[in-house]
T-cell receptor, first 114, second 114 residues
């Protein structure tokens, strides 16, 4: 059974800390891995990773994929209270030609204290 | 820039009642999805559609029905509401590309069944 496992499930840090969120997966016919940030409402897209070893960056956030070891990490440097959210990892598998049936992990709830 | 629009935002149902959650997107995306999100459980796929007239079951379809008569609209129907259907529901859409996809989410519908 395809699955996506995120760790830790929750994390409390102080402003200025650096955090690393983990996502491992067991999915046949992997297509891509996506990271989303969910605050109070809908998940918003952060990164899409398709190739191993290529880091994606956006400001203080960065992510990298290791397709050999089947995992990805999301790094947040110099955390701010506005980074408090649930971070979702999702894998897009290839099922007989259909696409977009993302398999989500349970998420990591990040709380950044002032 | 409407994107994906869901209505209503909140709803309380009594056991056995029925309702339809509306979802419409204006991005001309072929692929649309319904997810439910329970606390600490990530997102689970209920139904998805790869185009008008085509729908298929996801991971947790029991108790729900969908239809896709147009590209824009993908309503989710609950026929006999049960307390187990208390959840937050997200509609999403994605472009039919040949490779990796990014899903765009609506703002969610918080449903409580009492």
């Amino acid at each position: 059974e395809d699955k996506v496992v995120q760790s830790p499930l929750s994390l409390v840090v102080h402003e200025g800390d650096t955090v690393t969120l983990n996502c491992s997966y067991e999915v046949t016919n992997f297509r891509s891995l996506l990271w989303y940030k969910q605050e109070k409402k809908a998940p918003t897209f952060l990164f899409m990773l398709t190739s191993s070893g290529i880091e994606k960056k956006s400001g203080r956030l960065s992510s990298i994929l290791d397709k050999k070891e089947l995992f990805s990490i999301l790094n947040i440097t110099a955390t701010q209270t506005g980074d408090s959210a649930i971070y979702l990892c999702a894998v897009d598998p290839l099922y007989g030609g259909s696409q977009g049936n993302l398999i989500f992990g349970k998420g990591t709830k990040l709380s950044v204290k002032p | 820039n409407a994107g994906v629009t869901q209505t209503p935002k909140f709803r309380i149902l009594k056991i056995g009642q029925s309702m339809t959650l509306q979802c419409t997107q204006d991005m001309n995306h072929n692929y649309m999805y319904w997810y439910r999100q329970d606390p600490g459980m990530g997102l689970k796929l209920i139904y998805y559609s790869v185009g008008a007239g085509i729908t298929d079951k996801g991971e947790v379809p029991n108790g729900y029905n969908v239809s896709r008569s147009t590209t824009e609209d993908f309503p989710l129907r609950l026929e006999l509401a049960a307390p187990s259907q208390t959840s937050v529901y997200f509609c999403a859409s994605s472009e039919a590309t040949g490779w990796a996809t990014e899903a765009f989410f609506g703002q969610g519908t918080r449903l409580t069944v009492v």
